[in-house]
C-alpha cells in the first residue's frame, strides 16, 4: 500500500552548482534553506532586510537593492526606546539611530553589489495580506509592535502580486541577463490571520508565482508548500505550535530541493563537504590523546585536497581547526 503521495518535481533546466552565487529572500522558510546551503558552503546571501513575509515588501526590497537605494534617518522612526525601519525586520533595530541606520546601509550596499552578480534569486512568500500605515498609505514590512490602530490590513490581490513581482523581475533581468530565479512559497502557516483567511492567502500567492512562471523562462516553481502540506500532510511535521514545520519536514524539503534543483557531481560534492563540517564539529573530551591528534591530521589532509581540487570552496575555518 501506499501511504504518501507522491509528487514528481522536475529537474531544474540550469543546476545550482557550487561557483553559484544565491540570493535568498522572503519569508523564515527562506532561512531554512539558506542555513542549509551556507552549511554546504555554498556562496550565500540571505534575506538583507531580514525575514519579509508578503509580496510587496519583497518586490520593494529587490527594487532598492537594485537601484542602490541607501536610507536616511528621515526612513526610521522611534517606538519601544527602539529606533526602527518600516521596511526591514527588528534584526536591524536599535537603540542607537546611527548603529540602526549603518547597519541598514552597510546590508543595503552588500545586496546591491551581490544581485548584479546573482545566478539565482531565490524567493519565499509567506503571506498575501499587507499593512499599510493609516497615516500615510505607506506598505509596511514589520509592524514592530505598533499599536493595531496603527494600520489597515488589507489582503492582496493575485493582480496587485504579479504586477509587483513581474516589474520588479523584468529589472533584475535587464540589470543582471544571466541570473535565474526561483519561486517558492512557505509552508507556514499565517494562523493568526485565520486558518480560512490564511488558505485564501497562500491560494492567491500560488496563482501568483505560477502566472510568472509562465510569463517569465527564467522563472521556476519549486513545491515547498506541496511537500509539506500535501505529501507530508500530517501535524506530527509540525512544531509544537501546528504552524511551524519542524526539522524533520525542513530536511525532506531539503533532500526533496537538492535533488530537484542541484547535478549529481554537486550533490557528490556535498557529501565530503558535510563530511568536513560533521568533523569540524566533533568535540573530544581528550584532545591531547594521539587518536585525536591522528584523527586532525587525517582530516587536515582531506580539506586540503579538497581546497586543491575545489578552489572555489570555503574550507579555510575547517582546515586551520584541523591543523
Known sequence: ??????????????????????????????????????????????????????????????????????????????????????????????????????????SQAEAADFIKKADWVIITLGSAFQYYLKDTGKPVANNHRAPAQWFEKRLLTTNEIVDNLSNTMRRLFSLNPFVEVMLTISPVRHIRDGVIENNRSKARLIEAVHTLCGQFDKAHYFPAYELVVDVLRDHRFYDIDLVHPNFAATSYVWEQFVKSSMASSTQEIMQQVQEIVTARSHRTRFPETAAHKKFKESYAGKTKAMIEKYPYLDLEKELQYFR
Open 1 to 106: 500500500m501506499q501511504f504518501m503521495l507522491s509528487l514528481d518535481i522536475p529537474p531544474l533546466p540550469k543546476p545550482i552548482v557550487y561557483t553559484d552565487n544565491i540570493l535568498l529572500t522572503g519569508s523564515c522558510f527562506t532561512e531554512h534553506i539558506a542555513d542549509r546551503l551556507q552549511q554546504n558552503k555554498f556562496r550565500v546571501l540571505s534575506n538583507p532586510h531580514g525575514i519579509l513575509f508578503n509580496p510587496l515588501s519583497v518586490a520593494i526590497s529587490l527594487d532598492g537593492y537594485m537601484a542602490g537605494k541607501q536610507y536616511t534617518q528621515d526612513d526610521l522612526f522611534s517606538l519601544n526606546e527602539l529606533w526602527n525601519s518600516w521596511d526591514h525586520h527588528t534584526r536591524f533595530s536599535n537603540t542607537d539611530m546611527m548603529e540602526a541606520l549603518n547597519s541598514i546601509n552597510a
